[in-house]
């Protein structure tokens, strides 16, 4: 069973979301369910900034969708240090937080 972190409701964390998934179709529904929650940065990865309300809904949403004897779906919760050190080496963007604006 999911808990949630004592934080506050409206504070945001970077999720990073790998999957291996071996059906076609399973993981189109997988994908479209990632699109809702955050941004594709790989075929098989997401970057989400999500609240813990957010993240247990989209992790419940994707574990009906799964099949667990043949399919994986990861979850990595990135402290703040840490996501302020990702390097991109070739295509690709940072996932920003959407509070921010930079003008």
């Not at 970077?14 to 369910?33: A, G, N, Q």
């Not at 992790?59 to 990135?78: G, Q, T």
């Not at 402290?79 to 959407?98: F, Q, R």
Request: aromatic content about 8%.
């Amino acid at each position: 069973m999911l808990q949630a972190i004592n934080r506050s409701s409206s504070d945001k964390s970077l999720y990073l979301v790998c999957f291996d998934i071996v059906s076609d179709k399973i993981r189109y529904r997988v994908v479209k369910c990632l699109k809702t929650y955050g941004q594709r940065v790989q075929k098989s990865v997401f970057e989400c900034m999500l609240n813990d309300k957010q993240y247990i809904q989209m992790k419940s949403a994707l574990d009906k969708l799964i099949k667990p004897e043949e399919d994986s779906i990861r979850f990595y919760l990135l402290c703040k240090n840490c996501a302020k050190n990702i390097v991109i080496s070739g295509l690709g963007t940072y996932t920003e937080d959407e509070n921010v604006i930079i003008i």
